[in-house]
T-cell receptor
Framework: KAGVTQTPRYLIKTRGQQVTLSCSPI?????VSWYQQTPGQGLQFLFE???????NKGNFPGRFSGRQFSNSRSEMNVSTLELGDSALYLC????????????FGQGTRLTVV | GIQVEQSPPDLILQEGANSTLRCNFS?????LQWFHQNPWGQLINLFY???GTKQNGRLSATTVATERYSLLYISSSQTTDSGVYFC????????????????FGQGTILTVHP
């Protein structure tokens, strides 16, 4: 069974640009969650999607958005990038999104210059 | 929201030593996982353990949900055990605010010297 796949692995963007990250969950998993990891704030929850619907959202500005497709693949978008958005972005896949084991992808390391 | 505290923040060991990592959480949980973050950033599942005890090779974990803590034991440590260990918890359903949301501790940085 293939694991969680995130693309791209690395990105360098300029302030003000926008970026889209992709996450393909484990086959059969319908829940995808996104997390931001920075040295100062640790791992913080961004949002969760289940069957194409956002069910939960963390405390991030509206510049951070996401969506999920019918095949459960998910994308997150960050618009008007700021230097502080530089981070490792991780996505997690689980069967139902609650009370179940979560499996993480390798992450996308975003650097904003 | 729920608070998760891990201790110690840093741990330095010689190869072959044993260690215990602790995770305290402030509220009831329906999900607790231990992860090892590898040097490339991926979070590797070690245990899914909302309660009870599990063992996997040199690693074992115990969660005492009623007392709101979990322990990760590493025996006969190896240099490949180095990295950051995270505990993450999920609260039971609370009107949708718990869906897919794991709350992480700050991690324990483990360094194993040969």
């Amino acid at each position: 069974k293939a694991g969680v796949t995130q693309t791209p692995r690395y990105l360098i963007k300029t302030r003000g640009q926008q970026v889209t990250l992709s996450c393909s969950p484990i086959s059969g998993h319908r829940s995808v969650s996104w997390y931001q990891q920075t040295p100062g704030q640790g791992l913080q929850f961004l949002f969760e999607y289940f069957s194409e619907t956002q069910r939960n959202k963390g405390n991030f500005p509206g510049r951070f958005s996401g969506r999920q497709f019918s095949n459960s693949r998910s994308e997150m978008n960050v618009s008007t990038l700021e230097l502080g958005d530089s981070a490792l972005y991780l996505c997690a896949s689980s069967l139902l999104g609650t009370g179940r084991k979560a499996f993480f992808g390798q992450g996308t390391r975003l650097t904003v210059v | 929201g729920i608070q998760v505290e891990q201790s110690p923040p840093d741990l330095i060991l010689q190869e072959g030593a044993n260690s215990t990592l602790r995770c305290n959480f402030s509220d009831s949980v329906n999900n607790l996982q231990w992860f090892h973050q590898n040097p490339w950033g991926q979070l590797i599942n070690l245990f899914y353990i909302p309660s009870g005890t599990k063992q996997n090779g040199r690693l074992s974990a115990t969660t005492v949900a009623t007392e709101r803590y979990s322990l990760l034991y590493i025996s006969s440590s190896q240099t490949t055990d180095s990295g950051v260990y995270f505990c993450a918890v999920e609260r039971p359903y609370a009107g949708g605010t718990s869906y897919g949301k794991l709350t992480f501790g700050q991690g324990t940085i483990l360094t194993v010297h040969p």
